[in-house]
């Protein structure tokens, strides 16, 4: 009886490790992590955010706001093209910056980060929001 319960805590615990392992590695397929870092410059007209996003299979990434809050696609910013594929497909956070122009002023916007990955699925981070300036 007690080889019979030693023999079956292994198995629940090679269970339990193959399991973990398969979650962690379908991770790896996909965003790791993104966060809305913060906003800054703000100005009457436009802003800059800056974000930090992780993981693979990255299409593309950059910022949506709107005046409601809980921003979400399709009011969209993305990052230049000219940012290399390569910075978007790595386990190490990266830090990215967007400007988003053609605001109005003395407005609340509420803006945060997103990442779609190569099969569609959109990731957002965390909402931030912030005030344009006022006319003088």
Do not use: H
């Not at 392992?21 to 397929?29: L, Q, R």
């Not at 594929?85 to 386990?91: H, Y």
């Amino acid at each position: 009886m007690k080889k019979l319960l030693i023999i079956l805590g292994a198995l629940s615990l090679l269970f339990v490790t193959t399991a973990v392992t398969t979650m962690n590695s379908s991770k790896g397929n996909n965003v790791v992590s993104i966060k809305t870092d913060k906003v800054t410059d703000i100005t009457m007209t436009s802003v800059k955010c800056f974000f930090t996003i992780a993981g693979n299979n990255m299409a593309k990434a950059g910022v949506c706001l709107n005046l409601t809050g809980n921003p979400t696609l399709p009011s969209k910013i993305d990052i230049p093209l000219s940012v290399p594929t390569i910075l978007l497909n790595s386990a190490k956070p990266k830090q990215f910056n967007v400007g988003v122009k053609g605001l109005t002023w003395n407005t609340t916007y509420y803006i945060r980060a997103y990442v779609k990955n190569n099969d569609g699925t959109i990731v957002y981070g965390n909402e931030l929001s912030f005030k344009t300036l006022p006319k003088p």
